[in-house]
């Protein structure tokens, strides 16, 4: 049994499997509809979610499957002290593939030593989102037909971002791939992202906190919230919480065909006049998610 705690899980080849079958999800929705008839997939949220749990339930649902679950944790059993491994055991019982979200860090990959079903990681604390690396996988692929050769710059909190920890693993594997990390220093990428995936791999990398300075030479921009939640200091949040915020102006000398991500939701990081710029694709990119997670619950159900 397969589990998909952290993009690493899956292959190359296996990424690439669940982007051609995406596409094939696009072009051909009826021939999708009963692959999962009589499935169940159960959604268990520990903290707050919007996009991920829904287009898992909607994947789901476009499947011909089912879906239960809860969507925060004081409506579980949680609330009275049971623990993780405890619930997985009971919610096993009733479905046949469990998405899971969790603020701590590693809680799915605890969860998946006692499963009895696959278990996705939807987001654990600041560590991984690996379901939502294959969205702006298949997004990147869809706009730029290709996932190697890119600059991709990485905006906003690199810190606490766990989007941002899953889609640098995940795009390191790539050919000739640079990134530019752009964060305030309060906010950079965690020394275990640099020493066990950029500098392991010989990835070329640079450091800024100018949004403007490699403008010129990116293929996609991925913007990224600033983690209120993972913060210990309201103060510090405040400080940083408006640190960047993209707007045609910063975008004079992108591209003409800069691909502008957002894993969402949007605070202020992009303004809204961004948002008819042919380049922004971060609301094709919420669409883009549902289809490769049908991809991935199909996968993982060993459906043909
Ligand atoms: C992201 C997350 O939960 O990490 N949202 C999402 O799943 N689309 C990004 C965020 O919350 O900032």
């Keep these: 049994m397969k589990h998909v705690i952290d993009i690493k899980d899956l292959s190359t080849e296996e990424i690439d499997e669940l982007i051609k079958v995406a596409k094939d999800i696009i072009n051909n929705k009826e021939k999708y509809a009963h692959k999962c008839d009589g499935?169940?997939?159960?959604?268990?949220?520990?903290?707050?979610?919007?996009r991920t749990r829904l287009s898992f339930e909607s994947a789901m649902l476009a499947l011909g499957g089912e879906v239960i679950g809860f969507s925060e944790a004081s409506s579980s059993s949680v609330s009275k002290g049971e623990s993780v491994a405890d619930t997985i055991r009971v919610v096993g019982a009733y479905s046949d593939i469990i998405a899971m979200r969790h603020p701590k860090e590693g809680a799915p990959l605890v969860a998946?030593?006692?499963?009895?079903?696959?278990?996705?990681?939807?987001?654990?604390?600041?560590?991984?989102?690996?379901?939502?690396?294959?969205?702006?996988?298949?997004?990147?692929?869809?706009?730029?037909n290709r996932l190697d050769n890119l600059t991709i710059g990485l905006c906003g909190d690199l810190k606490f971002g766990r989007t941002v920890h899953s889609l640098i693993t995940a795009m390191s594997r790539y050919k000739n791939i640079r990134f530019v990390l752009i964060s305030p220093k309060e906010l950079v990428i965690p020394e275990y992202i640099k020493r066990n995936i950029l500098?392991?791999?010989n990835i070329e990398y640079c450091e800024t906190n100018d949004i403007e300075e490699y403008m010129d030479q990116l293929d996609v921009l991925y913007m990224t919230r600033v983690q209120k939640e993972r913060f210990f200091n309201e103060d510090d949040y405040v400080r940083l919480k408006d640190y960047y915020i993209l707007n045609k102006e910063k975008l004079e000398?992108?591209?003409?065909?800069?691909?502008?991500?957002?894993?969402?939701?949007?605070?202020?990081e992009i303004s809204t006049d961004v948002d008819d710029d042919k380049?922004?694709?971060?609301?094709?990119?919420?669409?883009?998610?549902?289809?490769?997670?049908?991809?991935l619950i199909m996968k993982l159900l060993e459906v043909e």
């Design 39 to 50: 499935k169940q997939l159960a959604t268990l949220f520990f903290e707050p979610s919007t």
């Design 112 to 144: 998946s030593l006692k499963s009895v079903v696959p278990i996705i990681n939807a987001g654990d604390g600041g560590h991984n989102h690996p379901t939502q690396t294959l969205t702006d996988l298949l997004t990147i692929h869809c706009e730029k």
């Design 199 to 201: 500098d392991k791999n």
């Design 253 to 268: 000398k992108a591209k003409e065909d800069l691909v502008i991500l957002h894993p969402l939701p949007r605070v202020n």
């Design 279 to 295: 380049r922004a694709c971060y609301f094709k990119q919420v669409e883009y998610g549902k289809y490769i997670r049908m991809a």
